[in-house]
């Protein structure tokens, strides 16, 4: 009896041992999974600083100095921000500094910095068939005012990104609302849009650095520039970890020390010097 007893604990003792055997990898694997989502961030951005290649350059040396992979989600600045207030995005860089500072002062953001520019240019037909270039080579508004009165065709982000933000806001400046035929609302990102304007042989309203970018593989070139209306701010926003218990808050601050640092600075500051001659984007973190 004693011996059949001593067997029977035997087994229950095995099997508690087994069960806990069989839930120690479960513990592990959850384990495994808390600190990859902490090696990693889900950074919202625009369609610019992806399409100007400006990210693949620097993100690897972001994850060389802190260990952190940064996944990016390469949209229009007004879905980037609602991303944000979704809690969906860890941290945005944007372009849109209104925009950016009433999603700070609603709380969806913790903080705003600059970290760097370029600038809007109007593109359109190398033959330039309004003249612009020629007759209004710095005045954007005086551009727009022309192509509206003689209904040039016209494409538009249509995508509440930066751009088209910005693109609003000088019609509105120059006193028109565009409509019709000439006018069209693409609802694409930048290289998208350039390649349409080439195509269909229109104007558009870009960025520089994701102009300069696919420059060679089109037939656009630049009919308005260096007008002050045309400076374009990007800014960098850690959200709100409240949004969601999931948001990665030490990541974004990390990513967002590491771009104002002096060698994502520097870095910024040199790309695109080789290949187009000039920086795509100036670094203005310190400023």
């Known amino acids: ?25 479960a513990s592990e694997g959850e384990a495994g999974k808390a600190q990859e989502a902490k090696q990693s961030i889900i950074l919202a951005t625009t369609t610019s600083t992806s399409d100007s290649g400006l990210l693949d350059y620097l993100l690897p040396e972001f994850t060389k100095d802190t260990g952190i992979e940064a996944k990016v989600v390469a949209v229009g600045t007004g879905q980037a921000l609602q991303m944000g207030k979704d809690g969906e995005a860890d941290v945005l860089l944007v372009h849109s500094k209104a925009a950016e500072e009433e999603f700070v002062a609603a709380g969806d953001g913790l903080e705003r910095k600059d970290v760097m520019y370029n600038d809007f240019i109007l593109v359109g037909p190398e033959s330039d068939p309004l003249k612009l270039k020629q007759e209004l080579p710095n005045d954007i508004v005086g551009a727009l005012k022309k192509i509206s009165e003689q209904k040039f065709k016209f494409i538009s982000r249509g995508d509440d990104s930066g751009t ?11 006193g028109i609302t565009p409509e019709g035929d000439y006018y069209v609302s693409a609802g694409r990102g930048m290289g998208d849009v350039l390649k349409m304007a080439d195509e269909m ?13 696919v420059k060679a593989d089109l037939g656009l070139g630049i009919a308005v520039e260096n007008d002050k209306n045309l400076f374009n701010q990007y800014g960098v926003i850690p959200v709100n970890p409240d949004k969601n218990e999931n948001i990665n808050a030490e990541g974004a601050k990390a990513f967002e020390e590491w771009i104002l640092s002096e ?19 100036t670094p203005n973190a310190a400023k």
């Not at 087994?11 to 069989?22: F, H, K, N, Y």
């Not at 088209?164 to 120059?174: D, G, I, Y």
């Not at 558009?204 to 102009?211: C, N, V």
């Open 1 to 25: 009896m004693k011996r059949l007893l001593s067997i029977i604990t035997a087994v229950m003792m095995l099997a508690v041992a087994l069960t806990g055997c069989a839930a120690k990898p």
């Open 164 to 174: 088209h933000k910005k693109e609003l806001a000088l019609w509105t400046e120059a």
């Open 201 to 213: 042989q229109a104007y558009t309203l870009t960025d520089r650095g994701t102009y300069l970018s």
């Open 263 to 281: 060698k994502a600075q520097k870095l910024i500051g040199e790309y695109g010097k080789e290949k187009y001659g000039a920086p795509l984007f």
